[in-house]
């Protein structure tokens, strides 16, 4: 069985700042996919950033970047230059073997002006 | 190219009635995933279906769902009898292949209502 965790339930950053979300997961699968997906109010699900686990260099999407530690079953993802309308809730998701996602409980990010 | 498109956006059903939700896949997809999400919960996978095959129905509840991938036509999650529990955003994605390296592009959710 696969689990993702994500332990910050809320999170609020200034405009133009930085912040950082953290996610861990377990897998028995030595090679996977981890994603990071973006709900905003209209609730449609946008995939913000993909890592596949072979890779050892961290995924970058212009102001989105991840932290991949696959010793530490770690995915934390960071927005830089935060703006408004990255107010969202945003899920850390695993795909292992087969072909379904995995979920955590989401993280929602508050951007204040 | 369109989206993943799903219908109806919203959908209000008493106890008792049936809910059909239909999911039409992005076009040259013929893989498609049905996911719930409960209110203040992350997503979680129900079933998994290739044209005229139930490939992975192990997040399904054993009573009063169905899923069907038709030759043609859309996707439908048939829900029976439907309780208050069965309220919840039913989100479809869509794949143009199986396995992990495939990419899942999502609708924008029914968001089903029981009374």
């Known amino acids: 069985a696969q689990t993702v965790t994500q332990s910050q339930p809320e999170m609020s950053v200034q405009e133009a700042e930085t912040v950082t979300l953290s996610c861990t997961y377990d897998t028995s699968e030595n090679n996977y996919y981890l994603f990071w997906y973006k709900q905003p109010p209209s609730r449609q699900m946008i995939l913000v950033i993909r890592q596949e686990a072979y890779k050892q260099q961290n995924a970058t999407e212009n102001r989105f970047s991840v932290n991949f530690q696959k010793a530490a079953k770690s995915f934390s993802l960071k927005i830089s230059d935060s703006q408004l309308g990255d107010t969202a809730m945003y899920f850390c998701a695993l795909r292992p073997s087969g072909s379904r996602l995995t979920f955590g409980e989401g993280t929602q990010l508050t951007v204040n002006p | 190219n369109a989206g993943v498109m799903q219908n109806p956006r919203h959908l209000v059903r008493r106890r008792g009635q049936e809910a059909r939700l239909r999911c039409s896949p992005m076009?040259?997809?013929?893989?498609v995933y049905w996911y719930r999400q409960l209110p203040e919960e992350g997503l979680k996978f129900m079933v998994y279906l290739q044209k005229e095959n139930i490939i992975d129905e192990s997040g399904m509840p054993k009573e009063r769902f169905s899923a069907e991938f038709p030759k043609e036509g859309p996707s439908i999650l048939r829900i029976q009898q439907v309780v208050r529990g069965d309220s919840a955003a039913y989100f479809c994605?869509?794949?143009?292949?199986?396995?992990?390296?495939?990419?899942?592009?999502f609708g924008p959710g029914t968001r089903l209502t029981v009374t």
């Open positions: 076009k040259g997809h013929s893989h």
């Open positions: 994605a869509s794949s143009p292949g199986a396995g992990k390296a495939y990419e899942q592009y």
